[in-house]
T-cell receptor, first 112, second 111 residues
Framework: DTTVKQNPRYKLARVGKPVNLICSQTMNHDTMYWYQKKPNQAPKLLLFYYDKILNREADTFEKFQSSRPNNSFCSLYIGSAGLEYSAMYLC???????????FGSGTRLLVI | QEKVQQSPESLIVPEGAMVSLNCSFSDSASQSIWWYQQHPGKGPKALISIFSNGNKKEGRLTVYLNRASLHVSLHIKDSQPSDSAVYLCARANYGNEKITFGAGTKLTIKP
């Protein structure tokens, strides 16, 4: 199985409420990534885990948290959702660096 | 910050035509360039990558990289309706764990 699974496919959240998105992979990839994709914009890297080490991008450092309790699972957590968080969230995984990411189908988040 | 620019934003061609997609990147330190294909409702899928100056051919796909001009292009021969998708160009730095994407080109192949 060479897939990355994301749950849920669609998520509706209220402004100010927390959001937790889930991603899993069974390929034993050492690196897992979270991207935010808005219409007509490039996917934007939010953070990634290399093994157990979390790396967050400087401009989104305080907005997103993540956990990776085991090699297969990674979550993305928004503590207090704002309207600007409405987007597609893509999870990806790879082995030993950026070569050949495998992406999930994404979670479409709508904040109202 | 590394930037990736793609052109055109969208493209409509008849079935069987040759398709050419363009991508430029902002620094010569890019180690590898990737093209991803994304169908509606799906995540991006890696199509082809290139590391060295020159060209690389895989099936109906050919990619050309010119590091001096910081430009890469993807050519799809004998295009088919199933090729209709958004094509994302991406670059990675040597030793960097992450890649930077362009905004994509939306390709439509008319039967």
């Amino acid at each position: 199985d060479t897939t990355v699974k994301q749950n849920p496919r669609y998520k509706l959240a209220r402004v100010g409420k927390p959001v937790n998105l889930i991603c899993s992979q069974t390929m034993n990839h050492d690196t897992m990534y979270w991207y935010q994709k808005k219409p007509n914009q490039a996917p934007k890297l939010l953070l990634f885990y290399y093994d157990k080490i979390l790396n967050r991008e400087a401009d989104t450092f305080e907005k997103f948290q993540s956990s990776r309790p085991n090699n297969s699972f990674c979550s993305l957590y928004i503590g207090s959702a704002g309207l600007e968080y409405s987007a597609m969230y893509l999870c990806a995984s790879s082995y030993r660096g950026p070569d050949g990411y495998t992406f999930g189908s994404g979670t479409r988040l709508l904040v109202i | 910050q590394e930037k990736v620019q793609q052109s055109p934003e969208s493209l409509i061609v008849p079935e069987g035509a040759m398709v050419s997609l363009n991508c430029s990147f902002s620094d010569s330190a890019s180690q590898s360039i990737w093209w991803y294909q994304q169908h509606p409702g799906k995540g991006p899928k890696a199509l082809i990558s290139i590391f060295s100056n020159g060209n690389k051919k895989e099936g109906r796909l050919t990619v050309y990289l010119n590091r001096a001009s910081l430009h890469v292009s993807l050519h799809i021969k004998d295009s088919q309706p199933s090729d209709s998708a958004v094509y994302l160009c991406a670059r990675a730095n040597y030793g960097n764990e992450k890649i930077t994407f362009g905004a994509g080109t939306k390709l439509t192949i008319k039967p």
